[in-house]
């Protein structure tokens, strides 16, 4: 069959190319009745732009990069959906990219994203990030860059994220509030800036409440689910065990709930769980699971809004905006029953 062309569709509606090329990429005025009469000429034929070929011509492009670390995690899965549905409200495309941790794949990824020409890229890097300069190319090379979720202090682009430290004070200080003394955490890398950022909220509040901490409680791992089972095993293996974890990200909360499950433990009754991240099906779990929320399809959105900003103005100030989290209690950390014990 065949392929139809530009020049197909301008015959059908007997206009000009030009007249067919303003009305395909919405660029000046054209006469209401001559738009109709391509739009159906596009219909009846069947007509697919070549994207491909209108970026070459143009030098532009609708299509965002986007890397995450790890699309398993149902964290990005919803902000990746906040992402796409900003970027669709836009005119935009993404192309998807899943670094899963890997420094040489997330740098494959941004020389290809590079190499074809994208409008933009929203990237939560990998933790190697901070100890490579892969991403200096990109300071002038007209390509914005917007950090997600992860934030690299040694550059300068516009980022979105949320309030880590407060996120985990807020975590650990529920705990603290409902009588628990011996709590530990089951953090991640530190190197990432999600990882110090919860790690140092869980300090402040400890310290805050001049309650010991026990190195034996503190113990990180790489936010899976993975680590999350073993070092929840490891701890509650221990012969002086915690009375509450509070654990870092979603993924090592669905590990560190298996490990519970598998050890014949109940939660509080046994030991008190909080998750840094909401889970799909908290709510519905035998133990509804507290959690601090994260407003994640809000990120995708703003980190769309960032990107087209800077595409709208290059030389705009950098702008880095930090999103705030909400505590939802539930029953893992029997809060209800404990905060009554507490205040009397």
């Not at 530009?6 to 919405?26: E, F, G, K, M, Y």
């Not at 034929?45 to 670390?69: C, E, F, H, M």
């Not at 935009?92 to 670094?99: S, T």
């Not at 300090?203 to 113990?219: G, N, S």
Request: hydrophobic residues 40%.
């Amino acid at each position: 069959m065949k392929k139809v062309t530009i020049a197909d569709v301008a015959n059908h509606a007997n206009v000009s190319r030009a007249t067919v090329s303003r009305v395909l990429n919405h660029k000046g005025t054209v006469n209401p009745i001559l738009e109709e009469r391509v739009l159906m000429a596009v219909r009846e034929l069947g007509y697919k732009p070549n994207r491909a070929a209108q970026r070459l011509r143009s030098n532009t492009s609708d299509i965002i990069g986007v890397i995450v670390s790890d699309i398993q995690s149902p964290f990005f899965v919803s902000v990746v959906r906040g992402i796409e549905d900003a970027a669709y409200t836009n005119r935009m495309n993404i192309v998807l990219c899943n670094a899963d941790e890997d420094l040489e794949r997330q740098q494959t990824y941004l020389s290809y994203l590079q190499a074809e020409n994208v409008a933009g890229i929203i990237v939560s890097p990998t933790w190697h990030m901070n100890e490579s300069n892969e991403l200096e190319m990109f300071q002038n090379s007209g390509i914005p860059i917007i950090l997600m979720d992860r934030i690299v202090r040694n550059y300068q682009f516009d980022t979105v994220s949320v309030d880590n430290v407060d996120g985990a004070y807020t975590a650990t200080k529920h705990l603290i509030d409902l009588g628990y003394c011996d709590i530990a955490i089951l953090g991640g890398n530190l190197k990432l800036s999600t990882g110090k950022g919860r790690y140092d909220g869980y300090i402040k509040a400890m310290q805050e409440a001049q309650l010991p901490i026990k190195d034996e409680f503190v113990i990180f791992g790489n936010f899976t689910e993975a680590d999350g089972y073993r070092l929840t095993k490891a701890l509650m293996s221990k012969k002086n065990r915690p009375e509450a974890i509070f654990v870092n990200n979603n993924l090592s909360t669905m590990g560190a709930l298996k490990a519970i499950r598998e050890m014949g433990l109940r939660m509080p009754d046994d030991v008190a769980l909080i998750s840094f991240d909401d889970i799909p099906m908290a709510a519905e779990l035998i133990t509804p699971l507290t959690a601090i929320a994260q407003p994640t399809h809000e990120m995708g959105s703003e980190a769309v809004r960032l990107l087209l900003r800077r595409l709208k103005k290059p030389s705009a100030p950098i702008q880095s905006i930090l999103l705030q989290t909400q505590l939802i209690v539930r029953e893992s950390c029997g809060s209800a029953m404990r905060l009554h014990e507490s205040k009397n």
